[in-house]
Each structure stands twice: as C-alpha cells, then as structure tokens.
C-alpha cells in the first residue's frame, strides 16, 4: 500500500517554478507526498491521507545537495586544522596534516556517522561522499537515511614531504589502477543497493596525483556509464603551481586540454576568492537545483510534482529565525541548523525533531574521540621531522600545571 503524507498550511514553501525555471517563495502551501515522490501541490488535495503534518509555523524546503564532502577524515580535524598552516605552503596545512594525522578505519567509521548526522541535521538530503572505501560503507549509508553519491577515491601517487617547502610525490601507477578497479566496483554495487537511495560518482582524487592515462580512463568511464566525475582541481597555491611547472598551463586549462571539462563534471575547491557577489538567492540555487543538475538529477533539488520527496522542514518559531521578514536569509546568516527540525529523503522520515533517526551522534562522538587519541598518538612516527601534535597544532591556550 502507497504511503501518503501531506504537509498542511506551511506558513512558507521555496517551490521550483518550472516556467520561469528558477526557485520561488510561495505562502500557505500544501504539498502531498506518496511513498517517495511529490504527488500534488496546492490545495484540492482530496484523495486519501495517511499522515497529516502542520505545516503553519514551518518554511518547507527542498533538501539541499552537498556536491563535496570528505565526511570519514575531517570530523577527526576539530581542534586541530582550524588554525594550522604551513607558511611556505601558501598557508595550506594539507600536506603536512595529512601526512601526519592518520586516522583508523574505526575512527574513519566514527567520523563518517558523526558528519552524515550533522548533516542532516542542517538540511542535507543528497550528499557527494568523497572518501577512500570503507568496510561497510554502503550499508552504513543507507542506515543514516541519506541520499548519497559515493566517489571511493583512487590515484596513481602519494604526496610525500621531506621538509615544509618541497611538496613531493611517490608514484606507484599500479596502485592508481588498482584503485579505479575498486571504485568501479563500489559503484556498480551502490548503485543496486537495495536502498535504492544510492548511486556513485567517478572520483581520481585529486588532478596532480594521477597519470594522464589514468584520468582519461576514469572521465572515458564516467561518460560511457552516464555517471557524473569529480576530482580536487586548484584546491591549493601549491598544486596550482606543480601544474604550471609540469605542464605550462593552470589546472583548470590542463582538465579542458585533457577533455575532462563537461557538464557532469564537478571541479572541487578550485580556490574562489569571491564569493561576495553571490545573493542568498543565488547560494540557495547553487544548494539545490545547481547541485542537481551537476549530477544530471532533475527529480532532485527542487520541490514540484513529480520529483523526490526530499524535503525539509524549518522551524519558523524558532527565535533564532525572528525577526522573519526573509526566511532563507534567517536559516543561512543566523539560525542553521537550530531551526531545521524535519528531514524527509525519499519520502522516509530521517530527521525527526533535529534528532537523526538512523545514526548516534553521542556514540559515534565518543569512538571518534578515542580515535583522534590514538592519531595523535602516532604523529610523531610519521611527520617528516618527528614532531608531536602539540607543536604542529597547538592547542589555544597552555594548560596550566596542576
Ligand atoms: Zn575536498
């Protein structure tokens, strides 16, 4: 039997105007969904209701797609990146980080439940997951109610330093080629996951750490089986410039000589130093149908007859949302995550009341915590000068003695 659920009055509604082709705002909206598909929008609903939600002191929203996100590594971060940079980087911490900051597969695990909870918590419904591959990692996906892409990230070298001003790198082809056949495995596999919420998306990890060959394979793959392709283009001074001396041209010009630049095609970080002439507006469309369309995705990003019920529901009570003259403008620049308190993916129920149905942030927290113990434990064997975490990251202020 198809389950039925209408939102009844939402005080406001972001909807897709499909012939203007653009978001926009709409007041006292009811919108019905059936199992996992938005059915009917507007009033006259007059079919059969299997649950009823008020929707009087709610902004209803389609939920946001997140086309980046490295959700096992950087939970494990806190305390520890938010101040570190390596002068003669540019002031990326990186490299050096990444070198010496290695977390365990169980704190990878512990990290990931921890972020997909965050999350969502903030009003995310579909999430680009950019990860090396995980025991367990499709099914842990499914179980936190997430739509997701997963990119098992894969490459040909290993950056490698031997002091703070040479970015250097240990290349092993085979092990780049290994690492492709992986993903491409994980990817057949999520996208016949039974939860029918995942699919994958073709990651080389990153444009300065594999093979040309390597990545032509990877974007010929993507192409052929209509998936989209990502990787770390321009993600820091350091690697724009390895480009420049390798090859003469910047990274962004050598992905475009590489004919890897097409409308799938998702270049992350490719470092931005404006993003002051965006409108909120605009950040909105970015988040939602921009987000869409880059994964090829119409029946995403958008709240309209027809697409995915994947929506959100925002507390306009909240006082963190008030004074409410402009509701995207309280949710982005103020409240966040305070005010989101209902996640539907799929037309399932994820987020109730800002608590994650599906994952446990207290335990997951706690195992990361242990984790980032025992990371810490081992920097000194694996920074290149034989530092402790204390001097690589200080903490911010001396602990007094006892
Ligand atoms: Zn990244």
Redo the contacts with the bound molecule.
Sequence with gaps: MAHVTRIENAAWAVLWDQVAGRQVYARDVDLVFCDDSITHIGPGWAGPVDAVIDGRERLLIPGLINL???PQSEPASKGIREEHGVPAQFMTGLYERSLAFRLDEAGRRAGAELAYADLLASGVTTLVE?SAPLDGWLDLLAQSGLRAVVGPGFQSARWRLENDWELGFAWDPPAGRRGFEVAQRIIEEADAHPSGCLSGIVFPAQIETCEEALFRDAFAFAEASGRPFTT?IS?SVVEFREIVRRHGKTPVQFAADLGVLAPRSIL??VASRDIHSATTGDLFEMATVGGARALARDDLGRLAVGAKADLVLVDLAEPAMRPLRDPLKSLIYHAADRAVRDVFVDGRHVLADGQPLGLDRHDAAARLEEAQARMIEKVPELDYAGRTAAEIAPLSLPLASP
């Design positions: 980046h996100s490295h950019l770390h993600q992350g970080h």
